[in-house]
């Protein structure tokens, strides 16, 4: 499929923790097929890196730093970004947090970081955002889920806590903006080969547990394996996908 069908020329699209791993990807596909990206999140340094890439495509870039626990943050972002381009036609809401703490160890600093960051925050942005998707009379979210918010894993109580909010948010929101042809979806994936999930990749036995038993794909999820949903959910070929949550888990949950 060409970068013309999926129709994102010149559309702009929001990227949340866009400097590294599972959302530089995504930033970076979305500019290869047509899309101008602001870049969200905190680490002004890395996301300049990729701005600088989606420069080097023809497109146009905006690094926004965000403190995405922060609502104020959040909607300034919004306001700065419309104004900045003019329209709003895509959120992909990829940043979260995540411990890998057993339930009777977790702490209240823990437990309000993730949902302040892949919980509260996500919702914020998608409300700051909203509001200026819904007088334009289009829009898509897509917010990052994950396996973890349908199927339970040990020590990631709070993530999956989280994760499973995301998802039913992502009904509700879409059932509420459906009316104003805004889409709101989810894309779940399972584990992702990334920096910041090493620690779990790591673990002594993990790999040949997850694979082995869990993955009838036989491998495990890498950023760009994410691409092809997210392109979708942002184009207009998925005008008529409401409130869906796409498993992207190489099959994990259909055990």
């Known amino acids: 499929m060409s970068p013309s069908s999926f129709g994102l020329e010149d559309q702009v699209a929001?990227?949340?923790?866009?400097?590294q791993g599972i959302g530089r990807v995504l930033?970076?596909?979305?500019?290869?097929?047509?899309?101008?990206?602001?870049?969200?999140?905190?680490?002004?340094?890395?996301?300049?890196?990729?701005?600088?890439?989606?420069?080097?495509?023809?497109?146009?870039?905006?690094?926004?730093q965000t403190d995405l626990a922060q609502v104020s943050q959040i909607r300034a972002m919004a306001d700065r970004v419309h104004s900045h381009f003019g329209r709003i036609d895509v959120l992909v809401n990829n940043a979260d947090w995540t411990g890998t703490t057993p339930a009777v160890d977790?702490?209240?600093?823990?437990?309000d970081r993730t949902l302040d960051i892949s919980l509260k925050g996500l919702f914020f942005a998608?409300?700051?955002?909203?509001?200026?998707?819904?007088?334009?009379?289009?829009?898509?979210?897509?917010?990052?889920?994950?396996?973890?918010?349908?199927v339970?894993?040990?020590?990631?109580?709070?993530?999956?806590?989280?994760?499973?909010?995301?998802?039913?948010?992502?009904?509700?929101?879409?059932l509420e903006w459906a009316p104003h042809q805004i889409n709101v979806n989810a894309v779940a994936p399972c584990i992702t080969e990334t920096a910041s999930r090493q620690n779990i990749?790591?673990?002594?036995?993990?790999?040949?547990?997850?694979?082995?038993?869990m993955l009838p794909i036989g491998r495990w999820n890498q950023p760009e394996d994410l691409v092809g949903a997210v392109?979708?959910?942002?184009?207009?070929?998925?005008?008529?996908?409401?409130?869906?949550?796409l498993m992207v888990d190489g099959g994990w949950t259909i055990h």
């Not at 999140?41 to 926004?64: P, T």
């Not at 392109?231 to 949550?245: A, E, R, T, Y």
């Open 14 to 19: 929001i990227v949340t923790g866009a400097s």
């Open 27 to 64: 930033a970076l596909a979305l500019a290869e097929h047509g899309a101008h990206v602001a870049l969200v999140g905190l680490n002004v340094d890395r996301a300049e890196q990729v701005k600088a890439e989606i420069e080097a495509l023809g497109r146009k870039s905006l690094v926004v």
């Open 106 to 111: 977790v702490t209240e600093e823990e437990w």
């Open 126 to 150: 998608c409300q700051s955002v909203a509001r200026v998707m819904i007088p334009q009379g289009h829009g898509k979210i897509i917010n990052l889920g994950s396996t973890f918010g349908v």
């Open 152 to 174: 339970g894993f040990g020590d990631k109580s709070v993530y999956a806590a989280a994760k499973a909010g995301v998802h039913h948010l992502t009904r509700v929101l879409a």
């Open 201 to 213: 990749l790591e673990r002594p036995g993990y790999k040949e547990w997850a694979i082995g038993k």
């Open 231 to 245: 392109l979708f959910l942002s184009s207009h070929l998925s005008d008529m996908v409401v409130g869906h949550i």
